[in-house]
């Protein structure tokens, strides 16, 4: 709507703040894994400023990134499996209300904006101040537990064992 918001569309722009982003992630990838005794713990929160010359650049605009550079292995250990159980709640949510084409849109529409807010976390995340995609992963996983808290019993079973074979073979059968 302004030529300032349509200049930060151009393709010169666009691979400018692609390459300053790679680099900010290099950067602190580097810094990471070139101080071994921060491996586990990280570089700690909010140390992007400490390794990036530039004063005008406040965060690393990657959320993953930032997660284990400030994090360590344990901080991204606990994201991944909080990704984990995200994708396991999506998929409950979906076959649960599979026979209700209206909750199922609504089931949709969330694991949509839960997912368009992870990716947009890739360019502009930060977990710290924003935390956008966390606050939403938290409705998620708050109705999440409410469709499970009104499940019958065989409609637990079908969102935990959608597949008979998987249900044989954990040794519930």
């Not at 250990?77 to 979906?94: D, E, H, K, N, Y």
């Amino acid at each position: 709507t302004t030529d300032d918001a349509a200049g930060r569309w151009t393709s010169d722009t666009l691979e400018s703040g692609v390459s300053i982003r790679w680099e900010m992630i290099e950067t602190m990838v580097g810094e990471y894994f070139g101080h071994p005794m921060y491996i586990l713990q990280g570089l700690g929160t909010a140390s992007f400023g400490h390794y990036w010359p530039e004063d005008n650049i406040p965060y690393i605009h990657n959320m993953p990134a930032q997660i284990l550079t400030e994090h360590g292995l344990i901080g991204a250990t606990i994201f991944c499996v909080l990704m984990l159980l995200i994708v396991r709640a999506a998929m409950q949510m979906l076959r649960f209300h599979k026979d209700d084409p209206g909750q199922l849109s609504i089931a949709a529409i969330l694991i949509a904006i839960c997912m368009y807010q992870l990716f947009l976390s890739f360019k502009q995340g930060n977990y710290f101040v924003s935390g956008s995609p966390l606050w939403w992963f938290l409705i998620m996983a708050k109705i999440h537990k409410r469709d499970m808290l009104d499940a019958s019993p065989q409609e637990y079973w079908a969102m935990e064992y959608a597949d008979p074979e998987e249900y044989e073979m954990s040794g519930a059968a």
